[in-house]
């Protein structure tokens, strides 16, 4: 069973803390002309999904070459970031990091909005790297204490079908058991004043943190041509 899952996606270059958190026992799975970002990053994906309007020629010939090819059709009814997703608890994974980002506000929402599947609740964890700042998604019920230091910024959001239930302890405004609205406002930019924990009663909630450094861990190294 596949116990980590990366899914490579976006239009701009992956931040190198991101990069440096991804495991090398992870199967990364690319979205479309997130392969050519992944290559240029050092790392080498596992499989290509979607429906290729954005890779490059010399991205394609490589990935025809090396790895597994997942082609949808222009016309289909998810993203290519859904369809990796679903592609990645079917290959079994228990942790699936989505890295991207890019300057399409749209499609920033759509990928944040994807980490609300109601099918992804069965994952242990489930985070994302969008323009370099790090996302936890909690399915509820769920609690996660945060790395982020004291004097940071932490924001929690609802971002599913319904309202989420949330609290939020060790900060300047401490929520109990607060009824929060889907992209409501009243979450965001809070000052973390101690150890801070975030807890999904229901609902889904984006938790943007700013975290402690992460380890470097080295990711595979070997030349992707």
Same mark, same amino acid.
């Given at each position: 069973?596949? @116990?980590?899952?990366? /899914? ?11 990069v440096a958190a991804i495991p ?11 392969? $050519? ?5 050092? #790392? ?7 429906? !290729? $309007?954005?890779?490059?020629? $010399? ?16 016309? @289909?009814?998810?993203? $290519?970031?859904? !369809? ?14 989505? #890295? ?11 990928? #944040? ?9 069965? !994952? ?34 609802? #971002?599913?079908? /319904? ?8 900060? @300047? ?21 101690d150890r801070a924990a975030v807890e999904a009663h229901s609902?889904? !909630? ?20």
């Open positions: 069973m596949t @116990k980590r899952v990366v /899914v490579i996606t976006g239009a701009v270059a992956l931040p190198r803390r991101a090398p026992d992870a199967l990364v799975v690319a979205v479309d002309g997130g392969l $050519d970002h992944a290559l240029a990053a050092g #790392i080498t994906p596992d499989r290509l999904v979607g429906d !290729l $309007d954005s890779i490059t020629d $010399d991205g394609f010939a490589w990935a025809t070459e090396h790895i597994d090819v997942e082609r949808h059709p222009t016309d @289909k009814d998810e993203t $290519d970031t859904q !369809l990796a997703l679903r592609r990645a608890l079917e290959l079994g994974a228990e942790h699936v990091t989505v #890295i991207g980002g890019g300057d399409r506000l749209d499609h920033t929402l759509a990928a #944040i909005g994807a980490l609300a599947a109601p099918h992804l609740a069965v !994952l242990d964890r489930l985070d994302a790297w969008w323009d370099g700042q790090h996302v936890r998604v909690l399915h509820a019920p769920r609690r996660v204490e945060l790395e982020a230091p004291v004097g940071s910024t932490v924001s929690v959001v609802a #971002i599913g079908a /319904v309202p989420a239930v949330v609290s939020i302890a060790g900060v @300047k405004w401490p929520l109990d058991r607060h009824e929060l609205p889907a992209l409501d406002g009243l979450g965001v930019s809070n000052e973390v004043r609902g889904v !909630l984006a938790v943007f943190e700013v975290a402690a450094e992460p380890p470097t861990i080295p990711h595979r190294q070997e030349d992707p041509r």
